[in-house]
């Protein structure tokens, strides 16, 4: 049974650092995409960063670039998002998902929430001084 959790979220203040785990059981990470979405109260679940199923593409939302950062430990079967300077805005619940099926998802990984059908119970990540 494909299973992701999610954990590393918490209370940070604006400026600081975070980084987010994806632990996989049932199936190994690296022969999937391998997206992290998130959302905040009252808003749609948005894209923030993917990796592709070949994981050599990574993908980032606009409001992230060059704040977020994914990684792949293949090892340990764990996707991590680092996550500095952390604004407000960046309060949200954070999910990652996974999905091998879709071509959009090989060689590049289109942030789409459609494209990933399996998914983590979210950890809370907020922002605030």
């Known amino acids: 049974q494909l299973q992701l959790v999610e954990s590393g979220g918490g209370l940070v203040q604006p400026g600081r650092s975070l980084r987010l785990s994806c632990a996989a059981s049932g199936f190994t990470l690296d022969n999937y995409a391998i997206g992290w979405f998130r959302q905040a109260p009252g808003k749609e679940r948005e894209g923030v960063s993917c990796?592709?199923?070949?994981?050599?593409?990574?993908n980032y939302a606009d409001s992230v670039k060059g704040r977020f950062t994914i990684s792949r430990d293949n090892a340990k079967n764990t996707v991590y998002l680092q996550m500095n300077s952390l604004k407000p805005e960046d309060t949200a619940i954070y999910y990652c998902a996974a999905d091998r099926d879709s071509v959009l998802l090989f060689k590049l990984c289109v942030l789409n929430r459609g494209l990933f059908g399996s998914w983590g119970q979210g950890t809370q990540v907020t922002v605030s001084s």
């Open positions: 990796i592709s199923i070949s994981g050599g593409s990574t």
